[in-house]
């Protein structure tokens, strides 16, 4: 992986054509897209930029090196690979490689063939090895999911990932990208090779998923209408080749899977009207006649499959069992559009059974509800097929859902306002199953969103009552159902432009708290740099609707004019976030994108955050908040509020209520925005006066309040409630403040639940010393008794974690809001028909004050964790942890919570780390470690099992998936990879790794955590300043460092002799593996440890302290190429072995290994490219910091040493351009270096050199010619270059000069 960097290409001297074209290589990176299950949008991306990529180092080769004629010639002429053209030069000639886009296509279709069916051929093979095909089936001893129609297997969770390259291959086809006769040929070939007129094992090789495979297909209306149906009419070879394919023995074996084993019997019966001559058919082919024997099975199916559809009895239309769901998946390759035709009819029905949702504005046509395992395997036509129905009569249109009755054209229904709950539970589950052939849908949905913003952004937006119901569906069902589709998509960083317009301008309250809960849960999804690229990306137009589309041009970042939000709640968020994907990520290597913009551009003023929090994030954003100076939050106190009331007279309206004149002056009066926040407190002190008249003004004066300020102005109560209790001299809060305070949230409804919990954890106070807010924050949380009713309902209704297989969801959320209704518009206490009347009543589904309290939840839990209160998060967790069953990530939001607080000392102890993990894991779902389970358990209190044996079984299972190796899951009751929370199983693997060794990291800190938990009794000092924060991070490194983990890594990657179980993976894999993980783990663990090994390395290794032999001129590629591999010196050259052992360590760590030559300079030098390409620039400052160490210890005694750090540190210098201080400093270590190790070496008092020197002098040459910071820069580097033999400085000057 290291080769294919560009970096890594250009430091070497010269290029063949060969070794340009071993770099990126295009079909392994589309191999692992696919394995990933990475958005088809990305996998084009992919290819776009590797094909860039190719253009401009064939374009480097042409320039700096000399090829002659003949050469270009006999490689394609002026083509790079693939039959590209370099520089745009199409060859001459009429062919079609001469349109660039047709060659494009033509490359594209044949990299994603091969990768399709290589990792086909792989799953088939799998599958094989999984199921025993040559034990005949004994039909009198069925199983469980199989009945004398039906035959299943015991097991059949392989067969997911047959549903999901079907999905792809399905897509490919429909795009045109791939056509289905080549994809027909390819699996021919692969069970009959073209090589051999014989065939040998191919009987081994045949297997009826091919051919269930090319079914799916055959329900593409252009593929049956066209090469299908000429091939049928015309010779059959086809047809023919489909029958030599099937395996007889396969539906007759133990492990028969009617399924797939009858799909050339249903090819059959789906292409019976385009074959010739029915009756000849079976003459004309003969091994007809082993298939045909079991036809009448289908036939079967499809008599009890219509006669169930005609007795509406929807047993097999509901597919609750695996045996129905298998019936129904099987009739539908037979016809076209039949089962999902019928789905629909079930889903939508023709009788008119009406029903409400909420109210009379909220009804539905009641249907039935399809089971998640009936659409996980009908065949991909009809789930594309279903999801296009609903999507063009439930919610394409403007006008409401659509129904078509009696042959009559689809219209609206009087009567009927809203999308049943089973039909949009019914699109989330499709499109989980089915990404890559359902996303247009998606991409559709989100370009109208897109479009309502921007209608939003004109000011004066008026949404019909249709419009805002669709919004509102969406909305839910994107953020309760789809935030797990969302978090790896394409187009996941740029999505808040789809909403940024809308948290502004829209008025509908209820539509409003929707949309700021999928605000808060969409920006927490974000996870990489390419949020931070959206935020300053004002001229974003929408996702593309093809993935086709040419390139993207480069970014132009600027900040907008204005703040991305005006909610202080979401602003907030926002920015932990980016101070998360700092922490975590990095900036990475963008040029241009300022962090500091970044963070201006998310609130109209920036935020005052208290010490606790900054001492948790990164230097680079403490230091924005150090330069801005923000100002706190103004405070309210009782005596100024009681002095408004009395002065103003307005306020005559709160104490008399029913004068209309005084109501229309009170509301006048908090008409202006900064007088906004001062009506909750006056509201909070006239209390006493809560009548429902009173109640009927106060409701007037908050619906003229934007809802994007009601987060800021419950802060201001929040604030002013803790300033009363401090005027009162009050130690905590009193009984009637609490019980107000309920009042407020629950029984009038005026305050939000989950804006209070915010308001009292936002980051502004340290509650490390306000102990007010602490048990404030226990009461609504833990101690307030209505909340504690509504949390005990949640448990007894016990709202499973697999939604999608809760077929009782809905009733539990029917009968939840049914118990604890919930008001939009502050009318929860009032009387009658309240005035003004309320705004339309928009469908919830899936939302509720719970759903909507976990984003809110999760933004607190940092603040807890800061709050260094073990008692209260234990207790929160403990008592809340079944809320998180409902969120989307949870597993996700552990990791991210582990990795910023790793540090914290409130994490550092047994029981607090075991409720977080317990609150944020279904074990059920996850697959961990046995340690891990019996930590969980309660059986585990320590670390002390991480050793070897541990270590060993970690980085196999990294490996594992990272050679995309296939195998029986470990746990037999893991749900469905794609209703995975991260349906790539890489990031899955190391997601679950770092929540494992992060838990470890915690009880090893715990013995001395205790003595670095404030005390809010003792008092004592608390950091509070950037210094104090610096040192903080010093004594984190030095704890990480006394960690034994890295060095134990680092032995077993580095020896395999000492692993305590030899693996099935090769050294190279440890080390990607390694690479990989030690990047995705706080970097002081793991990827510093293995950098600062360097200097042992350097120091130690005997085979580096050999002086090289005397100047030779060839250049370092030379050198490693000519070397001798004799592992003995001769006796008439008595440098070989000097040279030997040279080149072994700068050989490919695969050459060592292959021939026996393996050393640990070379595999560490291995190990640290591997750290080094997944790295950032912390981890680059760590390796100039020990370069700089050696530099200045003066303990390097040979050229070889230096020539070693050359190599080190040549693949990053590319990505260190735009960071000249550490590029300088870099490279003026190593020539300080060369400057000590001249004297040493002795051959510089003539004009003499060494062949690692001279590799050096080229190093730097080429270093200047191709990442050339700028002038200044080189200057910085004059005076080491003073200090060098005279030689040696007339070489180097130039670059100087230059």
């Not at 209790?725 to 009193?734: D, F, I, L």
């Not at 993990?917 to 697959?927: I, P």
């Not at 050199?1249 to 010619?1265: G, H, L, M, N």
Request: charged share 20%.
């Amino acid at each position: 992986h290291v080769y294919d960097q560009p970096g890594y290409a250009l430091v070497r001297d010269s290029l063949t054509l060969e070794e340009t074209q071993r770099g990126a290589s295009a079909s392994r990176v589309v191999a692992d897209l696919l394995y990933q299950r990475a958005p088809i949008d990305e996998v084009f991306a992919a290819m776009r930029n590797h094909r860039t990529m190719q253009r401009k180092a064939m374009a480097a080769v042409a320039s700096d090196s000399y090829m002659p004629n003949s050469k270009l010639a006999g490689s394609g002429s002026a083509n790079g690979p693939g039959g590209l053209a370099v520089n745009g030069n199409a060859p001459s000639g009429d062919s079609v490689d001469g349109d660039g886009t047709d060659a494009e296509r033509r490359e594209a279709s044949m990299l994603l063939l091969d990768a399709m069916a290589h990792r086909i051929e792989h799953i088939v093979r799998f599958i094989q090895s999984q199921c025993d095909f040559d034990t005949l089936l004994d039909e009198r001893q069925l199983n469980a999911n199989s009945d004398s129609t039906m035959i299943v297997p015991r097991s059949f969770g392989y067969w997911e990932h047959m549903n999901e390259v079907a999905d792809q291959l399905y897509y490919f086809v429909l795009s045109d990208t791939i056509s289905y006769q080549d994809i027909h040929e390819r699996f021919y070939s692969l069970v009959f090779p073209a090589d051999s007129d014989i065939h040998p094992g191919s009987e081994a090789r045949k297997d009826n998923s091919y051919i269930w495979l090319l079914l799916q297909l055959l329900h593409i209306e252009k593929v049956a209408a066209g090469p299908v149906r000429h091939d049928l009419a015309g010779d059959e070879d086809m047809l023919d080749q489909l029958l030599q394919m099937y395996n007889e023995r396969q539906i007759v074996s133990r492990d028969a899977f009617y399924l797939r084993d009858l799909a050339l019997q249903a090819t059959m019966n789906h292409q019976q009207a385009n074959i010739r001559d029915n009756h000849g058919v079976k003459f004309r082919h003969p091994r007809m006649a082993v298939a045909m024997p079991f036809a009448p099975v289908l036939y079967q199916l499809q008599s009890e499959f219509g006669q169930q559809f005609k007795d509406e009895k929807y047993a097999l239309l509901e597919g609750r069992s695996v045996c129905a769901a298998m019936k129904t998946a099987t009739v539908s390759q037979i016809r076209q559009y039949v089962v999902p035709n019928a789905l629909y009819t079930f889903l939508v029905p023709a009788r008119e059974t009406v029903q409400q949702l909420q109210g009379p504005a909220t009804t539905y046509l009641q249907g039935g509800n399809v089971g998640y395992q009936l659409l996980d395997f009908i065949n991909v036509g009809g789930k594309h097929r279903l999801l296009q129905l609903i999507y063009k009569m439930m919610l394409a249109h403007e006008q409401g859902p659509q129904f078509q009755f009696d042959g009559r054209q689809p219209s609206t229904r009087a009567g009927i306002s809203c999308v049943a709950p089973h039909v949009v539970d019914t699109v989330y589950m499709l499109l989980y199953n089915a990404p890559y052939s359902n996303e247009l849908m998606m991409k559709e949905v989100l370009e109208k969103l897109r479009r309502c913003d921007k209608a939003m952004a004109q000011g004066g937006a008026r949404f019909s009552a249709a419009n805002l119901r669709w919004l509102y569906t969406v909305y839910q069902l994107m953020n309760c159902r789809l935030l797990r589709f969302f978090k790896y998509y394409a187009h996941a960083s740029h999505l808040v432009h789809h909403l940024r317009h809308s948290l502004v301008h829209v008025t509908h309250r209820q539509l409003y708290r929707s949309l700021e809960c999928f605000a808060l849960c969409l920006v927490n999804l974000q996870h990489d740099v390419g949020f931070l690229q959206a935020l300053l990306d004002p001229a974003y137009h929408g996702v593309p609707l093809t993935p086709h589309a040419s390139a993207p041009g480069a970014i132009r970042y600027s900040k907008p004019k204005h703040a991305w939000f005006e909610c202080a709640m979401l602003s907030r968020n926002a920015a932990v976030v980016v101070a998360r994907i700092e922490t975590m990520r990095g900036l990475g290597d963008v040029p241009g994108l300022s962090l500091d913009d970044c963070l201006d551009s998310l609130a109209p003023q920036p935020q005052l955050w208290a010490p606790a929090v900054l001492r948790y994030l990164p230097r680079a954003v403490r230091a924005y908040y150090a330069r801005c100076a923000p100002r706190a939050s103004p405070r309210v106190s009782p005596t100024a509020v009681q002095q408004l009331v009395d002065a103003r007279p307005e306020h005559a309206a709160l104490l008399h209520a029913g004068d209309a004149a005084a109501e229309a002056a009170l509301v006048a009066f908090y008409a202006p925005a900064e007088r906004q926040a001062l009506f909750l407190c006056v509201v909070w002190a006239l209390h006493a006066r809560d009548t429902p008249p009173v109640l009927a003004v106060v409701r007037r004066v908050l619906l003229a309040f934007p809802p994007s300020q009601m987060s800021s102005h419950t802060s201001a109560l929040v604030d002013f409630v803790v300033a009363g209790e401090a005027e009162r001299g009050s130690a905590e809060p009193t009984d009637a403040t609490k019980a107000q305070l309920d009042d407020f949230m629950f029984r009038l409804q005026l305050v939000h639940h989950e804006h209070v919990v915010f308001a009292l954890t936002r980051g502004e106070h340290d509650l490390r010393t306000d102990r007010m807010r602490l048990l404030l924050t226990r009461h609504v949380l833990l101690e307030s008794p209505q909340f504690s009713q509504r949390l005990d309902a949640w448990h007894q209704l016990d709202f499973q974690g697999r939604y999608w297989a809760d077929y009782g969801h809905w009733e539990k959320q029917t009968a939840y809001l049914a118990r604890f209704p919930e008001f939009f518009e502050f009318e929860a206490a009032l009387d009658g028909a309240p005035e003004p009347t309320p705004a339309l009543s928009l469908p919830v589904y899936y939302e509720n004050a719970m759903v909507r309290l976990l984003p809110v939840l999760e933004f607190a839990l940092g603040r807890m964790v800061e709050a260094e209160d073990r008692s209260l998060l234990r207790d929160v967790l403990d008592r809340m942890g079944i809320l998180y069953r409902l969120h989307q990530v949870p597993l996700t939001t552990l990791m991210n919570t582990l990795f910023v607080y790793f540090n914290a000392p409130t994490l550092h102890d047994a029981a607090v780390v075991r409720s977080l993990n317990r609150a944020l894991l279904d074990m059920s779902q996850q697959n961990f470690s046995p340690e891990f389970a019996r930590f969980m358990a309660g059986e585990l209190n320590d670390c002390a099992h991480v050793d070897a044996r541990y270590v060993s079984r970690i980085i196999e299972r990294i490996a594992r998936v990272v050679m995309r190796h296939l195998g029986p899951a470990d746990k037999p009751d893991l749900p469905e990879i794609h209703y995975r929370e991260i349906p790539n199983p890489i990031l899955l693997a190391l997601t679950e790794c770092v929540v494992e060794l992060l838990t470890w990291w915690c009880l090893h800190c715990a013995p001395a955590s205790a003595a670095r938990l404030h005390d809010p009794d003792a008092g004592g000092p608390l950091p509070t300043t950037e210094a104090e924060f610096r040192a903080e991070e010093q004594q984190r490194r030095a704890r990480a460092a006394a960690w034994p983990l890295a060095q134990l890594w680092l032995e077993l990657t580095m020896e395999p002799e000492r692993r305590p179980e030899p693996g099935a993976y090769a050294g190279a894999t440890y080390i990607h593996s390694t690479g990989v993980l030690a990047n995705v783990l706080p970097d002081e663990l793991l990827a510093f440890p293995i950098v600062q090994h360097l200097a042992r390395i350097v120091l130690e290794e005997p085979e580096l302290k050999t002086v090289s032999g005397p100047k030779r001129y060839f250049s370092f590629v030379e050198f490693a190429r000519t070397a001798r591999f004799s592992a003995t010196a001769s006796d008439d050259d008595p440098g070989a072995a000097t040279r030997f052992a040279a080149t072994a360590v700068f050989n490919s760590f695969e050459q060592n290994r292959k021939h026996a030559m393996a050393n640990r300079p070379n595999t560490y030098l291995t190990l640290l490219h591997s750290v080094l390409h997944y790295g950032g620039i912390a981890t680059f400052a760590t390796l100039s910091e020990t370069i700089h160490a050696l530099a200045a210890g003066g303990e390097l005694c040979s050229d070889t040493q230096l020539l070693y750090l050359c190599a080190t540190a040549g693949p990053i210098l590319y990505r260190l351009v735009a960071h000249e201080a550490l590029y300088v400093q870099i490279l003026g270590d190593l020539l300080s270096i060369l400057v000590q190790i001249c004297p040493r070496i002795g051959l510089f008092d003539s004009e003499a050199s060494t062949d690692a020197v001279e590799q050096i002098i080229d190093f730097f040459c080429f270093v200047k010619d191709q990442f050339d910071p700028g002038r200044p820069a080189w200057r910085r580097l004059a005076p080491h270059i003073a200090a060098l033999p005279t030689l040696l400085r007339y070489q180097l000057q130039c670059m100087v000069d230059q």
